[in-house]
């Protein structure tokens, strides 16, 4: 057999392969039975992804290659990987409520995550220009559906568009480094890049300009980082939180070996790059999140300022960098998936909190609620969070405080009002909610 015709050795991309059969299989699954196969679309999703986690982790170790060098198997691409998988398969676990509505039931959603995480994989073991670019693109074109998911609202179409224009802009700047790249070098090969790039030359230093341009988009990094709050924001927030995990771990990846493997030889210039960018996102993301009242819009700017810290490994341009930029996306993803299984589960009966100001009072009216929300051992009320435990019992000062504000209500509802101040602070009809649950709590322990 000739071997340029031979097949390639398909062992290093199986949890790829695994994860995109999957796919079309539910894919067709569902065209044949709608939005009815939500549940099992939802379901079988988790087990892919924990299947093709299964396979990362049984790679043997070392470094393996396949399609021509193109693609690449070591430890780094396992590790991130694994983060990757991790994300993904916690975030349909935290959608099957949202999911569950009737109104809301699109057996593309968990379709689509599984072939985000497959276009994230190949991310990940990307080796050269043309990999890396094909790895981007089905990952960034699932995100673009995923993030206006939510027909109905307005606001979730208006997010998806959003992405889908500035995430086009930044695929071209993207794609036309690379071939800046690629005729500055005459190689798409990153081992290629790296040996042809000791001449230097101008082209060839455009083209690491936008190409890094096109990735500090998908990182959200600063100065591209304008589409991120009004996404995390329309977008529903489980897929805020898809966003927020999963495609940030590859992103970073294949900023890191792009940078390290690609470009060792001219590091002082990507360099000054990295140092800009990675400032820039740390010192926006902590200015900017002061002014935020929407929740998600603070956890936009708390990803912005996160992925500045994560690029300060980057910017050192050493082995330690690497390692730190490993550790703190590892930390990273654990964080940020726990804030957001909170913030998902904080509902009213008139739908999810997203505003800061729908949190008053939480820390007075339910202490130990506070307290045990990290664990998940709180159950969600109208009006405020409910802890499960029927020993915390509300003292008689806390009693009296929520039967007088009981009072208050009724004295400026009969004058008409809505909202209105009381020692000092804003009062409005959670609030209310809120005394009355722990006024009846106080008379069943027998306080008042």
Request: hydrophobic share 55%.
């Amino acid at each position: 057999m000739n071997p340029a015709s031979a097949l390639p050795d398909l062992a290093p991309a199986l949890p790829e392969i695994v994860l995109a059969l999957g796919a079309l299989v539910l894919l067709v699954i569902g065209a044949y039975r709608g939005d009815r196969a939500t549940g099992l679309a939802s379901g079988a999703a988790v087990l892919l992804l924990v299947a093709a986690g299964v396979l990362v982790a049984l790679m043997p170790a070392g470094k393996a290659t396949t399609f021509s060098g193109s693609f690449v198997v070591d430890d780094y691409a396992r590790f991130f990987k694994l983060l990757a998988l991790i994300g993904s398969a916690v975030t349909v676990i935290l959608s099957s409520e949202f999911m569950g509505q009737v109104e809301r039931r699109r057996f593309e959603y968990p379709i689509l995550i599984v072939l985000a995480t497959t276009g994230m994989l190949m991310l990940i073991s990307a080796a050269d220009l043309i990999a890396l670019y094909l790895g981007l693109e089905l990952m960034s074109l699932s995100l673009y559906v995923v993030a206006a998911i939510d027909r109905e609202r307005l606001r979730s179409t208006e997010a998806g568009l959003k992405y889908f224009v500035l995430g086009a802009l930044s695929s071209g700047m993207l794609l036309y480094g690379a071939s800046l790249i690629y005729g500055s070098t005459g190689t798409v090969s990153f081992a290629g890049i790296a040996e042809a790039a000791r001449q230097g030359g101008l082209p060839l230093t455009f083209g690491l300009v936008f190409l890094f341009a096109g990735l500090c988009f998908k990182v959200s990094a600063v100065p591209f980082h304008m589409w991120t709050p009004d996404v995390y924001e329309g977008a529903p927030t489980p897929v805020t939180a898809f966003f927020a995990a999963a495609p940030k771990v590859a992103a970073i990846a294949a900023f890191v070996r792009v940078a390290v493997t690609a470009f060792p030889t001219i590091a002082p210039q990507w360099q000054q790059i990295v140092v800009f960018v990675s400032i820039a996102s740390m010192v926006l993301g902590a200015f900017a999140a002061i002014g935020q009242r929407n929740i998600k819009r603070l956890m936009a700017y708390s990803s912005i300022g996160h992925m500045g810290y994560a690029l300060i490994g980057l910017a050192a341009g050493t082995v330690e960098g690497v390692q730190g930029v490993i550790i703190y996306m590892a930390i990273y993803v654990a964080m940020t998936l726990g804030t957001f299984a909170c913030i998902i589960a904080m509902r009213r009966e008139e739908g999810p909190v997203e505003q800061i100001s729908d949190l008053a009072g939480l820390a007075r009216e339910c202490r130990e609620g506070v307290a045990m929300g990290f664990a998940g051992k709180i159950s969600i009320h109208p009006g405020q969070i409910e802890v499960i435990n029927q020993e915390f019992t509300p003292s008689k000062a806390e009693a009296e405080d929520a039967l007088a504000l009981i009072a208050a209500f009724e004295e400026h509802a009969k004058k008409g009002a809505g909202a209105f101040a009381w020692k000092g602070r804003m009062m409005d009809q959670p609030h209310l909610v809120g005394a009355k649950k722990i006024a009846e709590r106080a008379r069943r322990a027998g306080v008042i």
